[in-house]
T-cell receptor, first 111, second 114 residues
């Protein structure tokens, strides 16, 4: 069963705007990962944040983690049409090395 | 470019056919995974191999039969599938660590069962 729940399920923005996606989870974790999936393709790992970290950056990506609220957010700044994809959070921990995927957010960036 | 290669990219088969999906990685990863993904849904874990041994089978029907011939290869043998088995089948690999590592996915095999 999926642990992460992304919000919103769908997001439509204009190129140049920022996109924020949220992920909530239920049990304790060791880390949280974000993946991107272009339509009909494989998933690509974007970033991993550990449970003792609060914020992490990678290029135009900013991830935050609030373990007290059991939530994470992914911010994509200055979005581009090429950012159009589905974004999944995946939680890891609880004695398992296998991440559990949330339901995903579908992002559409209009040129 | 992905370092996990899946073949074929597309497969159409009848319910009486026997076919196989193949996956290969040369990153030295010792964990390999099969996921099934339906449209607009997250990937669902099917099988996990660690050190070439089946470690997790998520109650997958026996018409799906995994095989790990060596540390670089992972197969999924398909027999007597149903139309509802039509989906994108994703292979992934990862290093085995104390906590969760990054998953490397292939591009998937799009399966259609007629």
């Amino acid at each position: 069963s999926q642990q992460g729940e992304e919000d919103p399920q769908a997001l439509s923005i204009q190129e140049g705007e920022n996109a924020t996606m949220n992920c909530s989870y239920k049990t304790s974790i060791n880390n949280l990962q974000w993946y991107r999936q272009n339509s009909g393709r494989g998933l690509v790992h974007l970033i991993l944040i550990r449970s003792n970290e609060r914020e992490k950056h990678s290029g135009r990506l900013r991830v935050t983690l609030d373990t007290s609220k059991k939530s994470s957010s992914l911010l994509i700044t200055a979005s581009r049409a090429a950012d159009t994809a589905s974004y999944f959070c995946a939680t890891g921990g609880g004695g398992s090395y296998i991440p559990t995927f949330g339901r995903g957010t579908s992002l559409i960036v209009h040129p | 470019d992905t370092e996990v290669t899946q073949t074929p990219k597309h497969l159409v088969m009848g319910m009486t056919n026997k076919k196989s999906l193949k996956c290969e990685q040369h990153m030295g990863h010792r964990a390999m995974y099969w996921y099934k993904q339906k449209a607009k849904k997250p990937p669902e874990l099917m099988f996990v191999y660690s050190y070439e041994k089946l470690s997790i089978n998520e109650s997958v029907p026996s018409r799906f039969s995994p095989e790990c011939p060596n540390s670089s290869l992972l197969n999924l043998h398909l027999h007597a599938l149903q139309p509802e088995d039509s989906a994108l089948y994703l292979c992934a690999s990862s290093q085995l660590r104390g906590d969760t590592g990054e998953l490397f996915f292939g591009e998937g095999s799009r399966l259609t069962v007629l």
